[in-house]
């Protein structure tokens, strides 16, 4: 990751006004998780992983990062979503994720 990372949103531990050289993404996953996707919208991320779990990061102004916060998040974070997330994606300043619910 590189360029302009001042709210956190390359995902790299800090923040920033520039990162001019490529930074591996601070991600350190359960054993067995790699990543599927990774989705980038306004200023933020987020990664779902081969298990359907989902990792946000960067600019949370709005909420974005799907937190309970609105502070700006420097490294992929989990966020708690009841089930398996099988699709997920972010634009400009939201994210979203569709999950499988299990039904008893």
């Not at 987020?46 to 960067?58: D, K, N, P, Q, S």
């Not at 997330?85 to 972010?90: C, F, P, T, Y």
Request: aromatic share 6%; charged share 15%.
């Amino acid at each position: 990751m590189w360029g302009r990372k001042c709210y956190g949103h390359l995902g790299t531990g800090s923040i920033s006004e520039q990162q001019a050289v490529p930074q591996p993404l601070s991600l350190r996953l359960p054993d067995g998780q790699t990543p599927a996707r990774v989705h980038m919208g306004a200023e933020h991320g987020l990664l779902r992983t081969t298990a359907g779990e989902i990792y946000t990061w960067g600019w949370n102004e709005h909420g974005n990062c799907g937190n309970n916060s609105t502070e700006n998040v420097c490294s992929p974070t989990l966020v708690e979503i009841p089930g398996r997330v099988k699709l997920a994606g972010a634009g400009s300043g939201f994210c979203y994720a569709i999950s499988e619910s299990s039904v008893n």
